[in-house]
Structure formats: C-alpha cells, structure tokens
T-cell receptor, first 115, second 116 residues
Framework: GAVVSQHPSWVICKSGTSVKIECRSL??????MFWYRQFPKQSLMLMAT?????????EQGVEKDKFLINHASLTLSTLTVTSAHPEDSSFYIC???????????FGNGTRLTVT | AQKITQTQPGMFVQEKEAVTLDCTYD???????LFWYKQPSSGEMIFLIY??????QNATEGRYSLNFQKARKSANLVISASQLGDSAMYFC?????????????FGPGTRLSVLP
C-alpha cells in the first residue's frame, strides 16, 4: 500500500496567492522528508530537506522565504509556495525513507499551475 | 559535473522483448546505493530496484534486473518481457553522502515506449 500521501494532486492559483501542499507519512514516523521539484521533461531536483522539530535545509538557489517548509509532526510536512508566480508552475513531489540506506518512497505529487 | 548520466533520452522496444536502459554514475564514495525509479504519465515515482555498492550479486526484482559493473561505474536496468504498461520515464538515482547526511541524485531519465 501507499507509504506517502500528498495533497492536493493538482492546484491552479492566481499569481500572488499562496499555496500549501501537504505530505503525510502513512505507516511510519518520518523525522526527515524531502521535497523535490520537477519541470516538464526534466528530472527531479531536490529543493529542501524537511526536519521534524527544526528548520528545513534548503538547497542552493532555493528561496527559503518563497518555499516555506513546516515539519510540525513526525507524519506531516507542508510546503507553502508564497506569492506564487507563473515561473513557480511545476510538479512538486515529496518523499520519505524508512532508514538511511532505504529507497525513497514518493507521494503522488502536486501539479501547480500559476496563472 | 553530472553525477548520473543516462545517455538514452528515448528508447523503443517491442512488446515481449527485453530492453536495457543505461546508467553511469560518478562518485568518490566507497559506500553508495543505486536505484531505479519508474515514472508513468500520472507522475508518481515508483521504486523498482536497488543495488548497494558492496553487493557482489546483481539485484533482481521480478522482470527487473540491474547489471552492476562497479569498475565501469555503470548500473544498467534490464527489463525482460516488456509489457505495454512499462511505457514510462525511467530514472536512475544514486544515494550519496551530503554535508548534512545522505542525498539522492537523479539522472535525466529515459523515456521508454513499448510498441505492440
């Protein structure tokens, strides 16, 4: 069965608004979750590592103030795209892993379109 | 420098035939992991197979097998008896050490089309 639940699957919003994406670990407690972004016909790029109870670690070039990550519990991490612009339109997908040497398990992703 | 290279942007295979998707990687770590994921048009990322750097035998999972050649730093995915449902993007990934732990790096992907 599914290990990770991500919501919503798709969202269309107007430029300037904020969008929140939820990622839930369903069957184990995840102290760390990973947020990726995928542009059309491209590969996955890590945006940030979400850490339960502490600040997220952002990759170089990812704006912390634009992509707010909150990992408030061991089963939930949220990514908020603030003041979204058309260039933020992308596929956002979260993932978890059970242990250091385990594979990543992904949510179904969220397709964001900013008009 | 690109850590994961997949030289085939697109591949075609006839249904029921076998196909090999190429993947080469670059790392100076002694301990690392290699993974293959399938991404259908729906967007989900499906884990297929894993090979640890210290594993002496090639990994197999059903119709999937990983041809691991450590000296050449290659980890090719072999899909036997292709099915129409195998049509998807396939990503090779490597788990490597990061400043704050471990991270996965994904290759550019190969789009596989299975022909009836």
């Amino acid at each position: 069965g599914a290990v990770v639940s991500q919501h919503p699957s798709w969202v269309i919003c107007k430029s300037g608004t904020s969008v929140k994406i939820e990622c839930r670990s369903l069957d184990f407690q995840a102290t760390t979750m990973f947020w990726y972004r995928q542009f059309p016909k491209q590969s996955l790029m890590l945006m940030a590592t979400s850490n339960e109870g502490s600040k997220a670690t952002y990759e170089q070039g990812v704006e912390k103030d634009k992509f707010l990550i909150n990992h408030a519990s061991l089963t939930l991490s949220t990514l908020t795209v603030t003041s979204a612009h058309p260039e933020d339109s992308s596929f956002y997908i979260c993932s978890v892993r059970r242990a250091e040497d385990s594979p990543l398990h992904f949510g179904n992703g969220t397709r964001l379109t900013v008009t | 420098a690109q850590k994961i290279t997949q030289t085939q942007p697109g591949m075609f295979v006839q249904e029921k035939e076998a196909v090999t998707l190429d993947c080469t990687y670059d790392t100076s770590d002694q301990s690392y992991g290699l993974f293959w994921y399938k991404q259908p048009s729906s967007g989900e990322m499906i884990f297929l197979i894993y090979q640890g750097s210290y594993d002496e035998q090639n990994a197999t999972e059903g119709r999937y097998s990983l041809n691991f050649q450590k000296a050449r730093k290659s980890a090719n995915l072999v899909i036997s008896a292709s099915q129409l449902g195998d049509s998807a993007m396939y990503f090779c990934a490597m788990r490597e050490r990061w400043d704050y732990g471990q991270n996965f790096v994904f290759g550019p992907g190969t789009r596989l089309s299975v022909l009836p």
